[in-house]
C-alpha cells in the first residue's frame, strides 16, 4: 500500500476525520457562548467578551505567522491599528461605513503586513523581533504626529452605525453575537489553513528551513504569504474593535500591546485551533475573576507566561490535551497488562 507523503517528507498524521475532530470542541464552545445572552448578563460582561473575541480574531492570525510559520511578531497590535485607523478615516473622509470598510482594512492591513514581513527573508530569531517591536513604535508615533488627519495623540471618534438587513447592530447583545460570528469564521478558516498543504508547507518552513527550500519550498514568498494572511486577520480585527469603541489612539497600537497579544497566544497555544480562543478569554477574564488591578495583572501574566514556558511549552491547550490522553489512555494500557497476567506479550500470557 503506497502513502503519500507531505512537503516536510513525512507521512500526514491526520486525517479528515481527525482534523475536523479538533474543531468540533471550538465550535462546542463558541455554541455555548452564543447562548450567554440568553442568561441576562450585565453589559460589563458582554463588554469583556467582545473585547476578548476582537482579541481572538487577531489572535488566529498571529497562530498562522508564530504557530503555523516558526516567526514570532512583537507588531501585531500595529497592524491591528492599521484596520482601525483605516476604518476611520475611510468613515470620516469618505462616508464609506463598516461593511465597506472590513475588505478595505483587511487589505491595507495585509500590504503592512507583508512590508513588515519582508526583513524576515534575511533576518531571524530576536533580531527580527526586535524589529516588529521597533514597526509597532514607529506607527505610533506616526499616528501621534499625524495632526489632523490621524487626530494626533488624541486619536479620532468613530461614530457611524452598523447596520446588518436593516437591525442596527451597536445594540450592545447584537454586536456580542456579530463579533462571536466573526471569531467563528476566523476559526474555521484558521482551522482550513492549518489542514491545508499551504498549512503543511509553513509547518515544514518552520521545523527545517534548509531542508524546505531543498525540497523546492519557494520559503520566501511563503513566509511573506503567512504575513500577509495574519495582516487580514488584524485588520478585521481592527474594524472590529473601533466600531465598537467608537474611538481610537495610537497608544492602543504600540508595542506593549502587541506584546499582550503574543502573550495570549504563548499562554493559549499558538498550534492548536482552540489556543488562540483560550488565549483570548484567560487573559481579558483573569483580572476580573482573580479582581486585579492593573499593575497586579501584569505580574500575574508575567507569572503565567514563565509558567507556560517552563511546563508547557506548546501552551495551556496542549498541556491539557496531553494530560488528558496519558489518564485515558494509561488506563486502557494497564488494564491489558492485568488481563495478560503482568505479561508484555499476549503469547506468553496464554502460555
Known sequence: MSHSRDVSGKYPSNSAASALRSLLPVLAVLMLIALVPLLSPS????????????N??????????????????????????????????????????????LPAA????????????????????????????????????????????????????????????????????RYYLMVL????????????????SYGRTLRAIRENEKLAASLGINVGRHKIGAFVVSGVFAGIS?????????????TQ????????????????????????????VLVAFLPEVLNLDPVQSRIVYGICLIAVILLLPDGLIAGISAAVRR???????????????????PSEARR
Open 43 to 54: 453589559n460589563r460582561f458582554l463588554s469583556l467578551t467582545i473585547s476578548a473575541g476582537i
Open 56 to 101: 481572538v480574531i487577531a489572535l488566529y492570525g498571529l497562530s498562522v505567522l508564530f504557530g503555523q510559520t516558526g516567526i514570532l511578531s512583537m507588531g501585531h497590535a500595529a497592524l491591528v491599528g492599521v484596520g482601525a485607523y483605516t476604518a476611520a478615516v475611510l468613515a470620516r473622509d469618505f462616508g464609506i461605513g463598516f461593511w465597506l470598510a
Open 106 to 173: 483587511a487589505l491595507t492591513s495585509a500590504l503592512f503586513a507583508m512590508i513588515v514581513g519582508i526583513p524576515s527573508l534575511r533576518v531571524g530569531g530576536h533580531h527580527f523581533v526586535i524589529m516588529t517591536f521597533a514597526f509597532g513604535q514607529l506607527l505610533a508615533i506616526v499616528l501621534t504626529n499625524g495632526g489632523d488627519y490621524t487626530g494626533a495623540a488624541t486619536g479620532l471618534d468613530l461614530v457611524g452605525p452598523v447596520t446588518l438587513f436593516g437591525a442596527d447592530m451597536s445594540d450592545l447583545t
Open 181 to 196: 460570528a466573526f471569531v467563528t469564521t476566523a476559526a474555521v478558516a484558521s482551522w482550513g489553513i492549518i489542514n491545508s
Open 238 to 250: 481592527g474594524v472590529l474593535l473601533a466600531y465598537f469603541l467608537g474611538h481610537i489612539s495610537p
Open 253 to 280: 497600537f504600540a508595542s506593549f500591546p502587541s506584546i499582550y497579544l503574543a502573550l495570549m497566544v504563548m499562554i493559549g497555544g499558538a498550534r492548536l485551533i482552540a489556543g488562540p480562543l483560550a488565549g483570548g
Open 327 to 345: 489518564v485515558f489512555v494509561a488506563k486502557p494500557k494497564e488494564q491489558q497488562g492485568r488481563t495478560y497476567g503482568g505479561s508484555s506479550k
